[in-house]
């Protein structure tokens, strides 16, 4: 930006500038906007209408949000008075925050906590006065969007805007969604019912949040009547609640979902995205056995949310990916790392459908190892050369209910490969747990081969 002295821009001319940028935003464009809307940069420091049309352009998404968080930082310092410009600011910072990625840390630009503090001020001068309704909406936004930091305040400012318009559903429908983001999902459920008995017509996010805070306060009447008024094909199912037949979708797990986590702890820690069987709209079962730590795994049911993070594609299919909204219910599997060789690919992990009460054999990765076949046999026998072996190797975890005993899921597993032939599975814990001392030996020497380098 050059530093001469700015024009004085019309009207028009603010109003022809952001028509523009918008335009270029829409066609995804987002450099172009931000080329384009230069001279309502410089103007904005002066001319509050050009700041109204920044935030316009941030609003509908038309920059990107790096760029976008820098001017409203820019507005925000130029305008430490003006409650117009401030509380519309606050409320644009949504726009600066992948909201679908719910799990995220606090985010890290300067212009979220300044705005906070800003308003919260504003707040207290305007206490009482018409003025401060604005305020606090900015505010709520602006505590909403900054993870578990400022909690008190975010539920303090929505629900003083209930007080000051009680019959405004929007008001009660915002601190649902408050309510069902920080796992206060009763609270949520008397929220979201407020704001539907205060709307003319059903919508769509009001229905959705309420069935999934329903869903969290395992209130499964409640849930099943959103559902079906949705026209889902649903009855009540397992773990008390409801179910119907869903294709699987994913979710990417986080050891501490926003939900779950404190002002001190706010970060997700490890993540990872998983299948899902999934039983309602909202809640399902995992359906991967998890390669990391994330304090949940195969067999537990979560709760998510609404709102895809993205789609992965496989072929024509586009497989939604929703945000962990919480933990239902931990059902402590157990789970035992394997190695093994097979001759097909998948036929090691293809054998759980013949394993009953929900044991599964899970593949985390498939491969080609050469090896030599006297050393794999007995290493302790000296031989001359080294005779190679080509073997396909898979490693992985079996998961296993908590009511099945160690030395019974061995057997079981034992009896289906034994059958099939042509493959081998070595799992010296489970070997351990099932207090077989001497094959754990032999198996753990072959998964050392097997998933060493
Ligand atoms: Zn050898």
Redesign the pocket.
């Known amino acids: 930006m050059s530093n001469g002295p700015s024009a004085v821009l019309s009207f028009d001319e603010i109003d022809a500038i952001a028509r523009d940028a918008v335009a270029e935003g829409q066609a995804d464009r987002k450099q172009a906007a931000s080329r384009k809307i230069q001279p309502l940069r410089k103007a904005q420091r002066h001319q509050p209408e050009a700041a109204m049309a920044l935030l316009w352009i941030v609003d509908e998404r038309s920059l990107t949000r790096e760029a976008a968080a820098d001017i409203l930082a820019e507005i925000a310092d130029a305008h430490d008075d003006d409650i117009a410009i401030l509380s519309r600011l606050g409320m644009c910072l949504e726009a600066v925050r992948d909201i679908d990625d719910l799990n995220a840390p606090p985010p890290e630009h300067p212009v979220f906590q300044t705005m906070v503090t800003r308003l919260d001020r504003l707040t207290a001068r305007y206490e009482g006065q018409p003025e401060q309704e604005q305020v606090l909406r900015g505010l709520a936004t602006a505590a909403r969007m900054m993870a578990r930091q400022h909690d008190a305040i975010a539920e303090d400012s929505l629900r003083r805007l209930i007080e000051i318009d009680p019959q405004r559903s929007a008001h009660h429908y915002n601190l649902g969604l408050f309510y069902k983001t920080r796992g206060r999902f009763a609270e949520g459920v008397v929220a979201n019912r407020a704001a539907a008995s205060l709307s003319q017509e059903a919508v769509d996010s009001t229905e959705w949040n309420l069935g999934i805070c329903a869903t969290g306060a395992r209130d499964a009447a409640t849930a099943l009547d959103v559902w079906k008024r949705m026209e889902q094909k649903i009855e009540p199912g397992r773990f008390r609640l409801p179910e119907g037949g869903y294709p699987a979708c994913k979710v990417r797990l986080a050891a501490l979902p926003l939900a779950e986590r404190t002002a001190d702890r706010d970060d997700p820690g490890e993540e990872e995205t998983v299948w899902i069987e999934r039983l309602s709209p909202c809640h399902g079962i995992i359906r991967s056995v998890l390669y990391g730590d994330v304090g949940v795994d195969y067999g537990d049911v979560i709760l998510m949310d609404g709102a895809p993070i993205t789609h992965h594609t496989y072929g024509d299919e586009q497989i939604p990916v929703f945000p962990h909204l919480a933990t239902l219910l931990r059902r402590n599997y157990q789970f035992f790392a394997f190695a093994g060789t097979q001759e097909t690919p998948r036929q090691l992990a293809d054998i759980s459908g013949e394993l009953d009460g929900d044991v599964v054999i899970y593949s985390h990765s498939e491969s080609v190892k050469i090896m030599?076949a006297?050393?794999w046999r007995n290493p302790d026998l000296d031989?001359a050369e080294?005779?190679t072996m080509e073997k396909h190797v898979v490693t992985g975890r079996i998961a296993a209910p908590p009511d099945i005993a160690p030395a019974q899921l061995l057997g079981m597993i034992d009896k289906v490969i034994a059958e099939r032939g042509s493959c081998q599975l070595y799992a010296p814990d489970l070997c351990a747990a099932a207090g077989q001392s001497a094959r754990e030996r032999i198996d753990r020497r072959r998964f050392a081969m097997l998933t060493g380098n």
Request: net charge neutral; with cysteine; glycine share 0%.
């Open positions: 030599c006297n050393c031989h080294h005779a």
